[in-house]
């Protein structure tokens, strides 16, 4: 699995490899939405990836989706995560921040101001949100203006300065899993008549503006973008996935970003398809077979192989085994994730996986 291990430039960034850390939800943030000295030594642990993506990261206060998640909109949590990127950069790694604006999969509980989460069309989630005191429903999103939809492109381009204030070597802003972006894009969570809906042309518009607001802020070699084609996550669901992603990837395509993250749903067929279409650094967030769960570093290998991928982004692998490039080249042996400690909670679960020293 020599190809896994090859250099590969995204941006003006140097990957000593092709293992790419995904982004992955911890909950372990603050209530203020900071970041500890708990964060610091996790990324630790994996600065032998790649390129390390962030969990995903609020850009604004109504961005939360989810409690105890980061935010990087405050002064306070620019300022925590340069412990964080500090750590992985003495340690020779690389970091991107994930910008989540989780739009509808929000709730009032999470916002000082007790107001409603936005989306593009008030059409609920059909999900819920986890809190300590139970279960809630997602409610009803309020339908985002104008004024709302110019006001959430500026946060992702200031949220993406204060990434670089903080020490990032770039973002990736979050178009997957049925969050805010995605949530324009498909026309399942997008039933607007104005410039923002209907045809496919329109619904990639706020994903467009949004990247190009970030790229404008701190330069498109260090801004990638996360999509999930066909993905039905937080009850998103898309009639025209080839259409829309052809046009999506048509109108970035010139912008010279660092990357384009697929996560992959099963379908590799779109995967090649949008492999064709897209000139620049692809990462792979490769979908596993039935039997073969979660993807291995061999999933990986063949798709570096067959030419749909330039790097392979893997995630509850990085999550169990922060020494992974090492285990690769032994062949294994692989911790197994504790899927009850994937969100909360302590070092337990988080920084205490054993490496083969």
């Not at 000593?16 to 982004?23: D, E, G, Q, S």
């Not at 949004?210 to 498109?220: E, H, L, M, Q, Y």
């Not at 790097?311 to 294994?332: S, V």
């Amino acid at each position: 699995m020599q190809e896994l291990f090859e250099p590969l430039s995204a941006g003006k960034l140097e990957l000593p490899n092709r293992l790419v850390m995904a982004p992955m939800t911890r909950s372990r943030a603050g209530a203020d939405g900071t970041v500890g000295e708990l964060h610091a030594e996790y990324y630790r642990q994996r600065a032998g990836a790649g390129l390390i993506i962030t969990e995903g990261t609020q850009p604004s206060v109504r961005g939360q989706g989810y409690i105890l998640t980061p935010g990087l909109h405050s002064d306070d949590q620019v300022a925590a995560w340069r412990t964080v990127t500090g750590t992985v950069h003495a340690e020779g790694g690389r970091i991107f921040a994930q910008l989540m604006h989780a739009g509808r999969v929000g709730h009032p509980v999470l916002y000082p101001d007790g107001g409603l989460p936005l989306g593009p069309s008030p059409i609920a989630s059909g999900e819920q949100l986890f809190t300590p005191e139970g279960m809630l429903d997602h409610p009803v999103p309020r339908e985002m203006t104008l004024d709302d939809i110019a006001r959430a492109v500026e946060e992702f381009g200031g949220a993406a300065r204060n990434a670089i204030r903080a020490g990032f070597d770039g973002v990736e802003l979050h178009g997957a899993n049925g969050y805010l972006i995605q949530q324009f894009l498909a026309d399942g969570s997008n039933v607007r008549t104005d410039a923002y809906g209907g045809t496919a042309g329109n619904r990639i518009r706020f994903a467009v503006e949004a990247v190009r607001a970030a790229a404008d802020a701190i330069g498109p070699e260090r801004v990638g973008l996360r999509v999930s084609p066909g993905g039905r996550a937080s009850g998103v669901s898309e009639s025209d996935t080839p259409e829309l992603y052809s046009a999506l990837v048509a109108a970035l395509a010139p912008l010279g970003l660092a990357y384009l993250h697929v996560l992959e749903e099963g379908d590799r067929e779109t995967t090649r398809r949008i492999r064709a279409e897209w000139p620049g650094t692809l990462i792979l967030n490769p979908h596993p077979t039935p039997e073969s769960f979660p993807a291995k570093p061999e999933d990986g290998a063949e798709a570096l192989r067959d030419g749909v991928a330039d790097a392979i982004a893997f995630g509850e692998l990085w999550l169990a085994n922060p020494d992974l490039p090492a285990r690769i080249r032994a062949g294994g042996p692989y911790n197994k994730a504790d899927r009850a400690t994937f969100y909360g909670g302590d070092h337990r679960g988080y920084t205490d996986y054993p490496t083969l020293g």
